[in-house]
């Protein structure tokens, strides 16, 4: 896990290795272990490396191999490096290092850039072929990893985080209008390639660039699953699902323990964290380091849920970290949360996951979590009304379920200068829902969720808050194998027992019935869902400044209304409207510091 950066320049002028400089300096919590650099002329990169794998120098980055005439950057993890590695030093390569860095090295040049089909794991990586000049970018099929591109005439700068694009200066930092829409509608998911920024982009999921030494670009999705009944499983049994879902997630929970420094889980105490340790346990993994985190209540909320991770750890005898932070620590995180986003995100569990990334980073490098589950089997609310839906309708039933706000209500809160005369997240999700594929509505739906929601909203928030404290998280809900598997399964076995029904009774093996049978749970901060006192002033101070008014991003009457009633207005899933505003402002006064 690391933060990887990079220019490439086809007008004729070498790379500029103070900007790569600077972009490899912002990505410091990334990578907190060492950085390097490297350049080829009209391409440089740049890297912050964090150990996890060959902890030695061998495994530094940039890594240049002379013999093939490759450098690499890359950022992520391949699980099943050993055995590709095994299969390459069969055929003749010699390795310098045991990093699976390298594996990715010497895969590219035995399959070139289609190398990614072998890889397990998540991964965002550039190579520049020093021969033919050629780079090649990629990243992982669910979007773990990310890769940011700023593009202007004759040249193209990448970097694992918005920041970093922005230190090295010359991005256009308009607003983009679409991407507004999508936050302020699409439940604050910006899909890719949008970014706020107009001048930003991100590489889509299973994307692989390929860039001429002329600057001409072609992409390739490699990867696309496929949200329809397999016929090879039409005869299966319930029982048949449940078996094989846990064996294909059991190999997804072994693959991720693979690394040269100790591994914890994040243990929420829900189902799809407690399935990970009882895996783990059952693979014969004893004094497992767990770590739990709870918040004073407010506003009548409970802000933890110790009882049920409690009896989690108790039950398969792990070395549990129970982190409580008080009230005091909460409101002081949020500006540091948000400064450490590279886009905007609402939820308010991004503070919970700064502060235990802060905390579990002082023990471990490495945890798995049980984040992707409910995308992958049908665990949230939204699914069910989808249900009896007819496949043509499902656009309208799933904008009626997810989506904050319709048209009509974003152009209430934009400045008029900010809005779109279309509904730009109605029409993006109607084209998705629309693509060949997806047999019923919950699959269309499952299928988008996967594919973009999650991309960038849970994976994106858990990435973006534990490479803040230097902290690599992996998630094995989100196998690509175990994905296609889900991915086929009928959706009536996922709605069962109010959703994730195939992986509840799976679980009945291996879990306590206290935590399958509960009532769903979240990541509780109910002292951000209820703003007052210095959180609210301070959003009210984000909203009301000089930055604020000069930006004019906001109509002022919506700012005045939902101030006069902080905690009244709410989106479709509960969300607080002030808080939506308040954060997106606060992000683009963070990211102009």
Known sequence: ??????????????????????????????????????????????????????????????????????????????????????????????????????????????????????????????????????????????????LYLAETPGRLRFASNVRALLNAGDVDTQLDRYALHHYMSFHAVVPAPRTIYRGVRKLPPATIRVIEPDGKQTDTVYWRPEFCRDPARASWSVRDWESALMDSLRAAVARRMVADVPVGVLLSGGIDSSVVVALLAEQGQHGLATFSIGFDSAGGESGDEYFYSDLIAKTFDTDHHKIHIDSSRLVPAVPKTIAAMSEPMVSHDCVAFYLLSEEVSKSVKVVQSGQGADEILAGYGWYPPLANV???????????????????????????????????????????????????????????????????????????????????????????EFVELAATCPPDLKLASNGKGVLKDASRAVLPAEVIDRTKGYFPVPGIRHLHGELLDMVRDALTNDAARSRGLYRPETVDALLAAPNKTRTTLDGNTLWQLGVLEMWLQSMAG
Request: net charge negative; proline share 4%.
């Open 390 to 480: 007819a496949r043509e309708q499902t656009t309208d039933a799933y904008a009626k379920v997810f989506f904050d706000r319709s048209h009509s209500d974003v152009l209430e809160i934009f400045s008029p200068e900010y809005n779109l005369d279309v509904d730009a997240s109605f029409e993006f999700a109607a084209a998705h829902h629309a693509a060949p594929g997806a047999d019923t509505a919950v699959d269309a739906a499952l299928r988008l969720d996967t594919q973009v929601m999650l991309v960038d909203d849970p994976v994106k928030r858990v990435d973006t808050m534990t490479m803040a404290w230097g902290l690599e998280a992996r998630v094995p809900f989100l196998d690509h």
């Open 1 to 146: 896990m690391c933060g990887i950066c990079g220019e490439i320049r086809w007008d004729g002028e070498p790379a500029d290795v103070g900007a790569v400089s600077k972009m490899t300096c912002a990505m410091t919590s990334r990578g907190p272990d060492g950085q390097g650099l490297v350049a080829h002329g009209r391409v440089a990169f740049g890297h912050r490396r964090l150990s996890i794998i060959d902890l030695s120098s061998r495994g530094s980055q940039p890594m240049v191999d002379s013999d093939l005439a490759l450098t690499l950057v890359f950022n992520g993890c391949i699980y099943n490096y050993q055995e590709l590695r095994k299969e390459l030093q069969g055929a003749g390569y010699r390795f310098f290092s045991t990093a699976d860095s390298e594996v990715v090295l010497k895969a590219f040049h035995k399959w070139g850039p289609r190398c990614v089909d072998r890889f397990k794991g998540m991964f965002a990586f550039a190579i520049v072929d020093q021969d033919t000049g050629v780079v090649t970018l990629a990243r992982d099929r669910l979007g773990i990893k990310p």
